[in-house]
């Protein structure tokens, strides 16, 4: 029996996977263009031009202190989100355990891992809840004093936003002497940061998905937090990261984390939100059967996480790419082919509901028009595979 | 849908397809989770393919289907060696991966045809669809295929049956695919060269040391120390006999843990048992209880003309034994290349 192809012609693409990294903005690129024209790249040196680039570097440092509240100093540049991620972790030398969520990304659950073995300490997974969100009492029962503890700021996945400011809280109560990690990569397009900041000692952020350069990462790294470098050489970074940065990244840097200060400042996210609620609530109006993931607690303003019961990834995403919908699974592993998350896991998503989930990710460069059509494109698609089950 | 396991032959085969005018999606499927290094599975070939679905400018997905490939390929596999038998993984995954679980998907998503890069025909002749044997014969993977029913052959097309390997290469060279020179992938997908089936089975079961005992007079003349890798007909690593002639081993009891070897000459078989339940005849059983047909016994072994009878293939001559696990390829006396159907050696 064969049935006509869902859309013959090549459909116009809707990107709803920002989660994955954002385009370069328009600005970024010209202010990156522009950061080193005639200069040579490298900041270090002892002549004159050499100290232009490097005062290149140093006005996009403060730009990116300013803009989240702490010293330049502060400020350490990587070569991305998962370098930060990873330094994060085994940049603190002698923590008494090294204790995550259940659901943090890949970048900080591998190198927990192996940061613990390589310290002969235990790691210790904080439980979530059906939500995705850690309880904190019992959090502060089982994380020891001298630990090293990392929590995201929200999930790259569902987008359920984890309570930091209360879990510091709760663990300076308690007393605990902690140091806190947090990779707040997922959160920063969409969230306001001041709070994280400030509660946490390490603080990891991505260039792509602020829209902004992929070569580049931050890790906030708070005066006084015991460190020590990953890579090493030149002594860079106040020897915390060895390298010759790219200045015109960090330039690009700046300027990406500069709008998206602006959009969080001027309520521009409120109208993200909506839209995402539109779209849940259309693909909910058709189809009530499919599940919305973390939507019972505060969760990140673009981020749409469903799962089709009876239904595998692949079909979905497959029929979507046809119809130029861009979205995800939410996890795939090394060769790209979905797999069960270890994130819905955890919450209790049972591994067949865990094998149909997809991912949305809008972003303010999304339109109404566009969550219309991907409403239509995600309906369609999913009765589709529901008339094929019977 | 074009199966690309980022190999040359599905290369050329969404390629073909392409030209022709159709509107193409490769698929790779991710079967094998652990290391791989035989050129087929690993996440380098996942990128080969990937990397030439982009060259050709076709849309391309990865498929997750490890669970099924566990259950139905890795754990049988293991399971027969724990019996003494030979398995050929490759037509179990066939005939419930391959042909199953992604021709399921190939019609839920509304694709007209499965297309793969195996190397055979299809032929269609007034509502008759049939299975016969590559151009190149040396290449020809109709064998492995000879499982499939006629109602899954109507659903695939095989681009490159026409080709012989070297037009295959060359073409791939010739629109300048990545994977032209790519050598082929040898042996099974999931079994490492370091490793190898022993290291393999090692982890996952059992390996028996066993004794080798003369078929003839019950004496104990050797010992193996894997029973579960001695294939039946096997000529090497038992040892030679007082007249200096090969050991051929004839029985792998696993239980008892002895292999029965015996020579060459003896070991001959007039006769092989099939297992009634894996027959597939893809123009249904034959009319006859008895019939001729042309028998494959193994991927490239010469093909044998004998007689079906019942579940049994009788020979006109005796010929060298053949492992129970293993596949008997049926083709037709009248159409030398077209495949009849299959079925598995019993013991």
Known sequence: MQRPSLSPEQSPSIFFDHAAGSPLRGDVAQAMAEALVGLPPNPSGAHRLARRTQGVLEDARESIANALAVDPREVVITGGGTESCNLGIFGVPSPTAICISAVEHVAVREAAVAAGAALGVEVIELAVDRDGVIDVHKAVTVIPDGALVSVMAANNETGAIQPIAALRKALRHAPRTVIMHCDAVAASPTMALDEIIASCDLISLAGHKLGGPPSCGILIVKSGTPFRPRALGGGQELERRAGTQDVAGVVGMAQAISDVHFEIETGAVESLRKRRDRLQALILDAHPTVRVHSQRVDRLAGHLHMSVPGVVSEDLLMLFDQQGLCASAGAACASGAPRASHVLIAMGVSEDDARGAFRLTLALSNSDEEVDRAGEVVIRSISRLKASQE | ?347
Request: charged letters at 25%; proline letters at 5%.
């Open chain 2, 1 to 347: 849908m074009v199966a690309m396991s980022g190999g040359v032959d599905s290369s050329v085969a969404a390629l073909l397809l392409l030209e022709q005018g159709h509107d193409v999606t490769g698929v790779t499927l991710k079967l094998w989770d652990g290391p791989s290094d035989t050129g087929c599975c690993s996440v380098a070939d996942v990128d080969d393919a990937r990397r030439v679905a982009s060259q050709l400018g076709i849309d391309y997905h990865v498929a997750n289907m490890a669970d099924e490939f566990t259950a139905h390929v890795v754990e049988p596999y293991v399971d027969a060696h724990r019996l003494g038998h030979t398995p050929n993984p490759c037509i179990e995954c066939n005939r419930h991966l391959k042909f199953g679980s992604l021709l399921a998907m190939m019609d839920r998503l509304g694709f007209e045809a499965l297309a793969t890069g195996h190397h055979a025909r299809i032929r269609s002749r007034e509502n008759r669809v049939d299975l016969i044997r590559g151009v190149d014969h040396a290449k020809d993977q109709s064998y492995v295929l000879s499982m499939l029913s006629e109602e899954q052959l109507r659903q695939i097309s095989l681009p490159v049956g026409e080709m012989t390997k070297a037009e295959v290469r060359q073409l791939a060279l010739d629109r300048g695919l990545r994977t032209s020179m790519k050598p082929d992938s040898q042996d099974v997908c999931f079994i490492q060269s370091g490793p190898g089936r022993r290291g393999f089975l090692e982890e996952r079961s059992q390996i028996t040391p066993g004794e080798i005992i003369d078929a003839q007079s019950g004496e104990v003349v050797g010992a193996v120390d894997a029973l579960e890798l001695v294939t039946l007909g096997q000529r090497q690593g038992l040892g030679i006999d007082a007249e200096g002639v090969k050991r051929v081993a004839v029985r792998v009891d696993i239980a008892a843990k002895r292999v029965e070897v015996t020579t060459p000459e003896r070991s001959l078989i007039s006769e092989l048992p099939l297992f009634d339940e894996t027959f597939n005849w893809v123009h249904g059983p034959p009319q006859a209880e008895s019939t001729r047909v042309i028998a494959q016994l193994r991927a490239h072994a010469d093909p044998i003309i004998c007689t079906l009878q019942g579940s049994r293939l009788i020979f006109d001559q005796p010929i060298n034994p053949v492992a129970p696990g293993q596949t008997a390829a049926f083709y037709d006396v009248d159409d030398a290349d077209a495949v009849l159907g299959s079925a598995i050696v019993a013991l």
